[in-house]
């Protein structure tokens, strides 16, 4: 039997870590060649690590959440053939301190106390008040009552001479009274649930953070009329060959910022503060953020403005599911030059969604509402959408940002001129 130390490999993409978010075996499992065993998160994306043995595991490195270098021995495998354990690597890793032992103290048993017959208590008796009687009861006793709707003369005191206590309230409430049969009563809770921030929840924890604390963020707000836009929107879905996908409002709006962006560059772009450089691309890739129960994703659709609607809104749907599935591969979650998230049903009157840095935009999307409003002096209804976006306002004036959430409303408001 010989031991197999296996280091954590070469992830690619010039990634020098990663997070162990699960471990898919146990010391002692027996494990085949190309078992998955370990789930890391890298700053790129979740990788899911084979195993390139078999044997059984003799010893694991690191719980969820901890953070592993690539080339540090993360598992050992008993194996049938000689050992196989690596160089030691250079890069020195800090060994938490040893935890001192601490003799137990020996004390002495406690001497068992002799029995004490306790006395047994006469019976209280319950006096009822006579009535038109006023009742005996403290202030305390007597304002508790009011607060909760109890008529004292019914209750039965236990107290001297028939006084009534707080315990003759609970009883009373508790023997199917009015106010018991309201509902239980409430407790005081005192609980407390610890959820370590770890794996994607600290990568978005950290993004988060890093755009925050250093995008001067401000945000623009429009209400858009998608009335035309959603008679075009269920005239295709009607007539949509086999195959082709049902179409939401996002895939209007992706190629509603195809135009849009194409005509103000400085919104489709990377800003990288440490070089001081702003790069403008031509390409349009636009992120979809994607909620899944991992948490959130930002899956990429690539080259929008080579796509027609119906290819737009099936790349999106592929890799939003993909995301959701954790299927993803790398190049699906990065590169993208600009962001839209979308509350969808939640719907809401605004926000101010953070940049997804190194971007310099985002666009909020609203649900669509049928409202009142004033068209040619009557008051009509008509659908229609909110807009939140969020502009990094080093790079972006406000001009600017205005300029093509105004362009993009156009376009949504024409829906026609969108394909023009």
């Given at each position: 039997m010989g031991i197999f130390a296996f280091k954590l490999?070469?992830?690619?993409?010039?990634?020098?870590?990663?997070?162990?978010?699960?471990?898919?075996?146990?010391?002692?499992?027996?494990?085949?060649?190309?078992d998955p065993i370990l789930s890391v998160m890298t700053?790129?994306?979740?990788?899911?690590?084979?195993?390139?043995?078999?044997?059984?595991?003799?010893?694991?490195?690191?719980?969820?959440?901890?953070?592993?270098?690539?080339g540090q021995v993360c598992i050992e495998f008993e194996t049938d053939g000689e050992d196989s354990t690596?160089?030691?690597?250079?890069?020195?890793?800090?060994?938490?301190?040893?935890?001192?032992?601490?003799?137990?103290?020996?004390?002495?048993?406690?001497?068992?106390?002799?029995?004490?017959?306790?006395?047994?208590?006469?019976?209280?008796?319950?006096?009822?008040?006579?009535?038109?009687?006023?009742?005996?009861?403290s202030p305390a006793v007597r304002q508790r009552a009011r607060e909760s709707g109890i008529e004292l003369s019914g209750v039965s005191g236990s107290g001297p001479a028939g006084r009534i206590t707080h315990g003759d309230l609970d009883s009373w409430?508790?023997?199917?009274?009015?106010?018991a049969a309201a509902g239980p009563s409430r407790t005081a809770l005192t609980g407390v649930t610890e959820v370590p921030v770890i794996g994607l929840r600290r990568k978005i924890a950290e993004s988060m953070t890093a755009s925050y604390s250093t995008i001067p963020h401000f945000s623009y707000f429009e209400e858009v009329d998608i009335t035309d836009l959603e008679t075009l929107r269920v005239h295709l879905n009607a007539s949509r060959a086999d195959g082709q996908p049902k179409l939401t409002y996002l895939p209007f709006i992706m190629q509603g910022l195809v135009r849009a962006l194409g005509e103000n560059p400085v919104c489709n772009a990377?800003?990288?503060?440490?070089?001081?450089?702003?790069?403008?691309?031509?390409?349009?890739?636009?992120?979809?953020?994607?909620?899944?129960?991992?948490?959130?994703?930002?899956p990429v659709v690539k080259h929008v403005e080579a796509q027609d609607i119906w290819t737009s809104a099936s790349e999106m749907q592929r890799v939003s599911q993909a995301a959701r599935d954790g299927t993803a591969s790398l190049g699906e979650l990065t590169g993208s030059t600009f962001t839209i998230t979308s509350l969808g049903r939640m719907g809401g009157l605004g926000a101010t969604p953070i940049?997804?840095?190194?971007?310099?935009?985002?666009?909020?999307?609203?649900?669509?509402?049928?409202?009142?409003?004033?068209?040619?002096?009557?008051?009509?209804?008509?659908?229609?959408?909110?807009?939140?976006?969020?502009?990094?306002?080093?790079?972006?004036?406000g001009w600017d940002g205005?300029?093509?959430?105004?362009?993009?409303?156009?376009?949504?408001?024409n829906p026609a001129t969108i394909f023009m």
């Open positions: 490999p070469d992830i690619g993409e010039g990634v020098v870590e990663g997070e162990v978010v699960e471990w898919m075996v146990s010391v002692g499992d027996s494990v085949k060649e190309d700053d790129k994306a979740t990788v899911e690590i084979p195993s390139p043995t078999d044997g059984v595991v003799k010893s694991i490195v690191g719980e969820p959440g901890t953070i592993l270098a690539v690596p160089a030691p690597i250079e890069e020195k890793v800090e060994e938490a301190e040893p935890v001192k032992e601490v003799a137990p103290v020996e004390t002495a048993p406690a001497p068992t106390p002799e029995p004490v017959a306790a006395p047994v208590a006469a019976p209280t008796p319950v006096v009822v008040a006579a009535p038109g009687a006023r009742p005996l009861a409430k508790e023997a199917g009274s009015p106010v990377l800003y990288d503060d440490e070089k001081g450089v702003v790069s403008r691309h031509d390409a349009i890739h636009l992120g979809i953020a994607t909620q899944t129960d991992r948490g959130l994703y930002v940049i997804n840095k190194p971007e310099v935009g985002i666009l909020g999307v609203h649900n669509a509402v049928d409202t009142p409003v004033v068209r040619n002096g009557q008051i009509v209804i008509r659908k229609m959408l909110r807009l939140s976006s969020s502009w990094d306002h080093r790079v972006v004036d205005a300029v093509l959430v105004q362009r993009l409303k156009t376009l949504l408001e």
